[in-house]
């Protein structure tokens, strides 16, 4: 049994200094957070109010997404984590940030891989079949799906293999092939084919279901991910007669959550995938008022405020590049009273920030959220109040 090691009020991998993963390593639980806090006071409190940071209710095990490679050593394949910055595989029994059925599961392959003889691939020489496994889990079903990823549009011996997975790892609802020849792509992939199962998961988050595709971009720390979701909706001070926007929509969690407490949502995303897992959530949720668009937020927005939509309150999720200004340009033309804002860097929602204020917002506070512990992530909710009438 693998041992982890305690420093200060901080429980550890033992392979964190190799990995880097995990910056943090080197700090307690209390000592992360007001670091990660301070990240978020530097860049917001000029701009507003900052609130605590909100610690996550789980600080090891809280991944429902799990990533790993394998490695030969000897003659054993092996699993392990992938070292981005010298393009080479870290041979780990576990990850402390995965859950115990996550590692079990990466063992379990690792040695199926040997039996069947899927060799790992190598990024110096390009040879080998296998690319990496990715594993995701429904903390609120308790259903997980396997995605194993190669090089190869055939998997060999695929229902031999798919028999022995079952049999080697039987809390796998579902496991997926996918095929990926692209060098510098790690952990995506083309969906081949199904191994088995429905080729998706289903979780239930906020109260609501969400269909879980490989592809699908989803919060990968669950009950932090309610707690954040549940601020930034008190945020929207929605009361049942609002005409809401969710932009940058992804699945559609936050606008699916905010259907509930809206009179109707107008949701986009640019990727195409995420709009189709969007609408089968809204349908698997019963959901009638929420309406799903396919395009670039900016143009979308944009062209909301030609028509003269009236959008009372906006929710905005983007990546860590944050907002184009013209996105923002086009936000304040439509005026909604409340604009929240979920962000993963608070360098670039700073900026932002500054940006709506010429626009006639004003920032009020701001939620941070410990959203990836022994990491130097940090996510903050902001809230946005209209003070300047078109």
């Given at each position: 049994?693998?041992?982890?090691?305690?420093?200060?009020?901080?429980?550890?991998?033992?392979?964190?200094?190799?990995?880097?993963?995990?910056?943090?390593?080197?700090?307690?639980?209390?000592?992360?957070?007001?670091?990660?806090?301070?990240?978020?006071?530097?860049?917001?409190?000029?701009?507003?109010?900052?609130?605590?940071?909100?610690?996550?209710?789980?600080?090891?095990?809280?991944?429902?997404?799990?990533?790993?490679?394998?490695?030969?050593?000897?003659?054993?394949?092996?699993?392990?984590?992938?070292?981005?910055?010298?393009?080479?595989?870290?041979?780990?029994?576990?990850?402390?940030?995965?859950?115990?059925?996550?590692?079990?599961?990466?063992?379990?392959?690792?040695?199926?891989?040997?039996?069947?003889?899927?060799?790992?691939?190598?990024?110096?020489?390009?040879?080998?079949?296998?690319?990496?496994?990715?594993?995701?889990?429904?903390?609120?079903?308790?259903?997980?799906?396997?995605?194993?990823?190669?090089?190869?549009?055939?998997?060999?011996?695929?229902?031999?293999?798919?028999?022995?997975?079952?049999?080697?790892?039987?809390?796998?609802?579902?496991?997926?092939?996918?095929?990926?020849?692209?060098?510098?792509?790690?952990?995506?992939?083309?969906?081949?084919?199904?191994?088995?199962?429905?080729?998706?998961?289903?979780?239930?988050?906020?109260?609501?279901?969400?269909?879980?595709?490989?592809?699908?971009?989803?919060?990968?720390?669950?009950?932090?991910?309610?707690?954040?979701?549940?601020?930034?909706?008190?945020?929207?001070?929605?009361?049942?007669?609002?005409?809401?926007?969710?932009?940058?929509?992804?699945?559609?969690?936050?606008?699916?959550?905010?259907?509930?407490?809206?009179?109707?949502?107008?949701?986009?995303e640019l990727n195409p995938q995420a709009i189709r897992d969007a609408r089968r959530?809204?349908?698997?949720?019963?959901?009638?008022?929420?309406?799903?668009?396919?395009?670039?937020?900016?143009?979308?927005?944009?062209?909301?405020?030609?028509?003269?939509?009236?959008?009372?309150?906006?929710?905005?999720?983007?990546?860590?590049?944050?907002?184009?200004?013209?996105?923002?340009?086009?936000?304040?033309?439509?005026?909604?009273?409340?604009?929240?804002?979920?962000?993963?860097?608070?360098?670039?929602?700073?900026?932002?920030?500054?940006?709506?204020?010429?626009?006639?917002?004003?920032?009020?506070?701001?939620?941070?959220?410990?959203?990836?512990?022994?990491?130097?992530?940090?996510?903050?909710?902001?809230?946005?109040?209209?003070?300047?009438?078109?």
């Open positions: 049994m693998l041992l982890l090691y305690i420093m200060k009020d901080t429980i550890f991998c033992p392979y964190a200094k190799k990995c880097s993963s995990c910056q943090l390593n080197n700090l307690s639980d209390g000592e992360q957070l007001r670091y990660k806090e301070n990240i978020c006071r530097k860049h917001l409190s000029k701009l507003c109010k900052v609130e605590p940071i909100t610690p996550s209710p789980k600080t090891t095990g809280y991944r429902n997404k799990a990533q790993f490679v394998y490695k030969t050593e000897g003659k054993r394949i092996v699993s392990g984590i992938y070292r981005s910055a010298s393009r080479s595989v870290m041979a780990a029994e576990r990850c402390a940030l995965c859950s115990d059925r996550a590692n079990e599961t990466a063992a379990a392959l690792a040695k199926l891989f040997q039996s069947f003889k899927l060799r790992p691939y190598d990024a110096h020489t390009g040879r080998g079949r296998l690319r990496s496994v990715v594993l995701r889990e429904a903390e609120g079903t308790g259903e997980m799906m396997a995605v194993i990823i190669g090089t190869d549009p055939v998997f060999p011996a695929k229902r031999t293999f798919s028999t022995a997975l079952q049999k080697a790892c039987p809390w796998l609802t579902t496991a997926v092939y996918a095929v990926n020849r692209d060098r510098s792509k790690l952990f995506n992939g083309k969906t081949a084919g199904v191994l088995f199962g429905e080729g998706h998961i289903t979780d239930v988050l906020c109260g609501e279901r969400f269909l879980i595709s490989p592809s699908s971009f989803y919060q990968i720390n669950h009950a932090q991910t309610e707690q954040l979701y549940g601020k930034a909706i008190e945020l929207g001070e929605l009361g049942g007669t609002e005409t809401v926007l969710d932009a940058y929509c992804g699945v559609g969690t936050i606008g699916i959550v905010a259907s509930r407490h809206a009179k109707e949502v107008l949701a986009v959530n809204a349908k698997l949720n019963g959901i009638e008022n929420i309406r799903f668009t396919a395009a670039d937020s900016r143009d979308y927005v944009k062209a909301l405020a030609e028509e003269g939509a009236a959008i009372d309150a906006a929710f905005i999720d983007p990546p860590r590049a944050g907002c184009t200004a013209s996105f923002l340009n086009a936000l304040a033309r439509l005026s909604p009273k409340r604009i929240v804002y979920v962000s993963c860097n608070p360098e670039t929602q700073a900026r932002d920030i500054r940006i709506l204020g010429r626009l006639g917002y004003r920032a009020e506070v701001a939620y941070p959220f410990d959203m990836f512990p022994h990491t130097n992530h940090v996510e903050t909710v902001c809230l946005m109040s209209r003070v300047k009438e078109k």
